[in-house]
């Protein structure tokens, strides 16, 4: 209700200055309509990062606000407001002014956590206009040293044997983690047990332990573990294998559906920014992702930075919300 009140308000501000132009005559219609993008931006800008600082996303954020600033000649400052999966930076940036000083730069959490609360802050279709996939990244599934498997088929079979006696590793109630597990589990009709993290450093550490035998982590997190032998790489998320481990096959080349999207970092502005400030985000944002040292430092982390035109981008919000959002009610899997 408050982001339609905010809307409403905004387009009757922008009224008298189309309807000026409309009487000036064709040509001045069209500059009025321009005119957002045009003045934009007027102060300085806020991207929102919904997760604390040091991360990923938090990296990609700094690292587009420093050359973003210089270009625009306005401060860009990155705004850490973690919490509830995503959803306090996210209803942040839903609630701010639709013009363009307020952007939200996430994660597919945002398309997935809504469908875990009974009453979600926020709907990424709704109170969203996509600007950019930033990036993609994948997931692997890796187990601990000591279990005595060494290809996804073995494993499987080791799970099958014994029903219940195995489990698997996420970083969080809800994440993709968790959710790639269970499609897993559904596909390859496995009996596991769930065991859930407060972040992945949790989650690594106990399964570099022992204490839990597998699970489901960042690409970049299992790397140097899988190089020293303490983990095996069994398989990987995506349509393709990933580039820091070019040795483990994807869940779909060891015969395991379901598996094929990516995880993705995207850039998104309130729904009814206008058009214009939309598309100049995107054409620079995405010069700036086409950087080969922000693609090499990114690329460290398991990031492969892409880029897209807002129109693509809104179709992976839209198709990725009602995939997850049918994932978590057949699974009934639930915050509250």
Do not use: C
Not at 30 to 55: C, D, E, H, L, N
Not at 292 to 306: D, Y
């Amino acid at each position: 209700m408050q982001a339609n009140r905010r809307q409403v308000l905004y387009r009757l501000a922008a009224a008298p200055l189309l309807l000026a132009g409309m009487a000036l005559g064709p040509a001045a219609a069209q500059t009025a309509a321009s005119a957002p993008a045009a003045a934009f931006p007027r102060r300085p800008v806020r991207i929102v990062v919904p997760y604390p600082a040091g991360g990923a996303t938090d990296v990609l954020a700094r690292a587009i606000a420093e050359p973003l600033g210089k270009q625009w000649q306005r401060p860009i400052v990155v705004e850490n407001k973690p919490g509830a999966s995503g959803m306090i930076g996210a209803d942040a940036v839903a609630k701010a002014a639709p013009d363009g000083h307020t952007a939200l730069l996430t994660i597919t959490t945002l398309v997935q956590a809504p469908s875990l609360y009974a009453k979600a802050p926020v709907d990424p279709v709704r109170d969203f206009v996509p600007v950019s996939e930033l990036g993609t990244t994948s997931l692997v599934l890796a187990v601990h040293q000591s279990v005595p498997a060494s290809t996804l088929a073995e494993f499987i079979a080791l799970v099958r044997a014994a029903p219940g006696k195995y489990s698997y590793g996420s970083f969080g109630t809800g994440s993709s983690g968790h959710l790639y597990g269970e499609i897993f589990k559904e596909s390859a009709r496995l009996d596991m047990t769930h065991v859930s993290y407060k972040g992945e450093a949790a989650e690594l550490n106990d399964l570099l332990g022992g204490q839990v035998p597998a699970a489901i982590i960042s690409v970049m997190g299992a790397k140097p573990h899988v190089a020293s032998g303490r983990l095996r790489a069994l398989a990987v998320t995506g349509p393709a294998r990933a580039p820091q481990l070019p040795g483990v096959p994807t869940f779909a080349e060891a015969g395991i559906g379901g598996m094929e999207s990516m995880g993705w970092f995207g850039l998104l502005l309130p729904a009814a920014t206008p058009r214009q400030i939309v598309d100049k985000y995107a054409a620079d944002v995405n010069r700036i992702l086409a950087t080969p040292a922000l693609r090499g430092r990114m690329g460290e982390m398991g990031v492969v930075l892409s880029g897209s035109t807002p129109d693509a981008f809104a179709q992976t919000v839209q198709s990725d919300y009602a995939r997850w959002g049918k994932v978590i009610r057949t699974r009934n899997i639930r915050f509250d």
